[in-house]
């Protein structure tokens, strides 16, 4: 890549704009970094991933976001769990986690969240721009990133950064340049959604709670919004939605009828858009650090949002990222222990929801969802997990390795129910 003399320099360069970029250019600028913010879109645009965890909150209130995304979201008090295989549905309300500080979370209209994060960046000095695609990047041997945009205009941009940034999300564009993205070998699904009014909602406090319907393809969503309206979303195997004959909307009824309980709270519900798809998104990149740069949020991996986690672990690799960042520019020969503690601390939130993600549709782990017992604390533990509450030290990490002790001594007392689960799972990640 050549780079002409109107190449813009910069400290940080940030691909994407979206809860990860946004925040760790705002946390950047704030500490006097020179920051550019490329984003590709338009601020508001939609985006998907609108249920956020209590721990969320602890992260809004450290950037003084707290009231700003109050006015826009829905209070969530709980996650309730709907199981046709025990003819119930449970409610895990966050009051009773460990933590007592953080009782609840929002729903939230991404566009608007996204936006409100995007204009902090901008109101803490981050130069952010719109409409421009980073196209490719660089790291010459001299030192420093380039980095080549294009405008909606079709101008072309460059960039001379001393340090990356890759917010960029699903579309991992440092993962896929470097050829380091990998396909998840123990997981896969994909979704549908779409958005109604008119939906049965639950009553009085829990109105904003999600509920996850389990059902013989994988499981939904069912998440109210401020507005009125209704996020509802099916994640199921990809050899399910490669049965589909009619078009998404229709599959997407058809889907909702064999799931009795969503029907029900669906049955005067209108569609107010047409249905969206993702595909297959379980993913990882081999690494998430380098000279000179750092992976975010999904940029670096995704795997499934059963436990709606997405938007907290962007936003918390976007807090880890900065003092890393500011370690790597100021501070170069404590640069690598830096990049090894980033490295470990994303690890550590994403492996702890993987290892429920893995099994949330075996019998073994349902049937513990389904009947809690406060056990050595392990239901408290379970919920402070929901809440989010997993990358800092407490005695909830000791509590979810006796959760999963129990969990294999029930596999095991279950032999031919687990070989079953097992024998699915691997049919499932063979035909995906
Ligand atoms: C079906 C589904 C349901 C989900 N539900 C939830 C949920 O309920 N709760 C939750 O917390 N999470 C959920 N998630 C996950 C959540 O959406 C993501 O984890 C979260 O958005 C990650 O934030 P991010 O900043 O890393 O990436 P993003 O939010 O994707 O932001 C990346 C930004 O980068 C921009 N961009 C991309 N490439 C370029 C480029 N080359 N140049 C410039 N800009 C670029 C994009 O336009 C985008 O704005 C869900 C995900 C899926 C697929």
Not at 9 to 27: K, R, W, Y
Not at 222 to 241: K, M
Not at 254 to 259: K, N
Request: hydrophobic residues 40%.
């Amino acid at each position: 890549m050549t780079m002409t003399n109107d190449s813009i320099s910069c400290d940080v360069l940030v691909v994407g704009g979206g809860p990860a970029g946004a925040t760790i250019a705002a946390l950047l600028a704030e500490r006097g970094k020179n920051v550019v913010v490329v984003e590709k879109e338009h601020h508001p645009r939609f985006h998907i991933g609108e249920s956020l965890l209590p721990m969320n909150l602890m992260l809004f209130d450290k950037l003084g976001l707290r009231e700003e995304v109050e006015r826009i979201g829905m209070i969530k008090y709980g996650a309730e769990f709907i199981s046709p295989y025990h003819n119930k549905s449970i409610t895990f309300d966050f009051a009773n986690a460990s933590d007592k500080n953080f009782p609840f979370a929002y729903q939230v209209r991404r566009s608007e969240l996204d936006e409100i994060l995007f204009n902090y960046a901008k109101g803490k000095g981050a130069n952010t721009i719109e409409g421009c695609r980073i196209e490719a990047v660089e790291f010459p041997r001299e030192g420093g990133v380039t980095a080549k945009g294009r405008t909606d205009d079709g101008e072309e941009k460059a960039w001379n950064a001393k340090f990356l940034v890759d917010a960029s999300g699903r579309d991992t564009l440092l993962a896929t340049q470097l050829g380091i993205k990998q396909r998840n070998r123990r997981h896969n699904s994909a979704a549908m959604f779409g958005h109604f009014s008119g939906a049965h909602r639950l009553e009085g406090k829990a109105e904003g709670n999600i509920t996850i319907f389990w059902f013989d393809k994988g499981w939904f969503w069912f998440i109210p919004l401020v507005d009125g309206s209704t996020s509802v979303g099916a994640v199921c195997r990809p050899e399910y939605f490669k049965s589909r004959q009619g078009d998404l909307d229709a599959f997407f009824r058809d889907t909702i009828a064999m799931c009795p309980a969503i029907a029900d709270r669906l049955k005067d519900a209108t569609l107010l858009s047409p249905v969206t798809g993702a595909g297959n998104y379980s993913y990882r990149a081999e690494r998430m650090t380098g000279d000179r740069f750092i992976m975010l949020g999904d940029a670096f991996a995704f795997i499934d949002p059963i436990f709606s986690a997405g938007v907290f672990f962007a936003m918390n690799s976007a807090f880890i990222g900065a003092d890393t960042v500011e370690t790597c520019l100021d501070r170069p020969r404590k640069a690598a222990a830096a990049l090894r503690h980033f490295d470990a601390q994303t690890r550590r939130g994403i492996d702890t929801f993987s290892w429920y993600i893995y099994r949330a549709t075996r019998p073994a782990l349902r049937n513990m969802f389904m009947s809690p017992r406060n056990i050595l604390g392990i239901e408290e533990a379970m919920l402070s997990l929901l809440a989010g509450d997993v990358f800092r030290r407490s005695t909830v990490r000791a509590r979810l390795y006796i959760f999963k002790l129990i969990y294999y001594i029930s596999s095991i007392l279950a032999p031919r129910q687990s070989f079953e689960a097992w024998r699915r799972q691997r049919r499932n990640l063979q035909a995906g």
